[in-house]
């Protein structure tokens, strides 16, 4: 069955206050050199019938419903083979 | 400045109550034939220097002892270039 996955991050200008909070721990553990860290979501779905680009469409839709808020996240949706391909 | 995205995951055969609930409203919202959802984490780093392999290794050891709880999850680590070019 076709997997998607889909990116949901908060978008540039808003404030990330768990991506600061990472930041503000790296030197602590001994990491050094970080200049940004951003802390966003990852969905991955599996859905019955073929892989299409129909199909791509309503994972898009379910992202823009449900699974981000357009207000302050944007967010990416692929199929799951083309990651595996990287 | 390189980029690094960090992909953390429930591990399979760990419960996901967020994916679970995910899944449990796409229909009341239309959305039908999602047979399986389960939510992580995303993160995207910028770190200063080359994009290198010991950078990667790096970032690797940024998410096994920071981003990541490596009993209950997996984690990917990839340069962000590699996946423009998806």
Not at 3 to 13: I, N, Q
Not at 60 to 70: G, V
């Amino acid at each position: 069955m076709p997997r998607f996955v889909v990116d949901v991050m908060p978008k540039p200008e808003i404030l990330d206050p768990q991506g600061k909070a990472v930041l503000g721990a790296l030197p602590r553990l001994g990491f050094e050199g970080v200049t940004e860290v951003r802390q966003g979501k990852r969905f991955e779905l599996e859905v019955e019938g073929e892989s299409s680009e129909a199909l791509l469409e309503q994972v898009r839709a379910m992202a823009e419903t449900l699974l981000s808020n357009p207000v302050i996240e944007d967010f990416e949706v692929h199929a799951q083979s083309d990651e595996a391909a990287e």
